[in-house]
């Protein structure tokens, strides 16, 4: 390891939550409005009412809707698009029988898309639709961000969960992008400063769009 990287503890999904914040705080004028959610618990299920499954975001957006023009806040939703900012596994050359190698992102190759996550193939999973996946990677390519894709690992022998499911849940179109990271959940995650750069530069992208 040499100083391309940065080795730390919980960096999922601390990592993401830097990109996602760094990048809508670079954005200035969007065209559409932008907004960022932080949540947390997501872990353990994003319970309790700081998670996602909470009723915060939908109450908010209807507050805000309500003070503006009274239109419908279900019409706003469903006219949405989310990047669920999460981290993706990087081959580990430790442990590569583990990852499926056509299907897998390496770190210092960018930010990495995935069309779907869940265990055991898809179960519990979001699964991004075939159009919004090159809607995201057409903005990626018009803006010069350096983009992979991936699977969470081997078909039965990997795999996670994020809270993209929950968005989706809602009629909105979404997809889990964010870092690569080395030994994900171990007590010491190691991702690229490329990635890491890559991925704030994602994020701006999509927010101006």
């Known amino acids: 390891l040499d100083e391309s990287f940065v080795g730390a503890y919980g960096q999922d999904d601390r990592v993401c939550a830097f990109t ?22 997501e872990e ?35 006219n949405s698009a989310c990047l669920s900012s999460d981290v993706g596994a990087a081959v580990d050359p430790n442990y590569e029988s583990v990852y499926e190698k056509r299907n897998a992102a390496f770190a210092g190759c960018g930010m990495v898309l995935m069309k779907y996550t869940g265990a055991r193939g898809k179960s519990e999973s979001s699964d991004a639709s075939a159009e919004f996946v090159y809607e995201i990677g057409k903005i990626l390519d018009d803006n010069g961000v350096i983009w992979q894709t991936s699977e969470l690992g081997k078909v039965d022998q990997g795999g996670g969960g994020t809270i993209a499911q929950y968005v989706a849940n809602l009629n909105m179109d979404v997809i889990d992008c964010g870092v690569p990271v080395l030994s994900m959940h171990a007590p010491f995650e190691v991702i690229s400063k490329a990635d890491l750069y890559e991925t704030y530069r994602g994020y701006e992208a999509f927010l101006h769009m």
């Open 20 to 41: 996602t914040l760094k990048g809508i705080f670079a954005v200035q004028n969007p065209k559409k409005t932008a907004l960022a959610i932080l949540v947390d618990k």
């Open 44 to 78: 353990i299920g994003s319970t309790g009412n700081t998670g996602m499954l909470s009723a915060f975001f939908e109450m908010t957006l209807a507050e805000i809707i309500e003070k503006i023009n009274g239109n419908c806040t279900i019409t706003t939703i469903e």
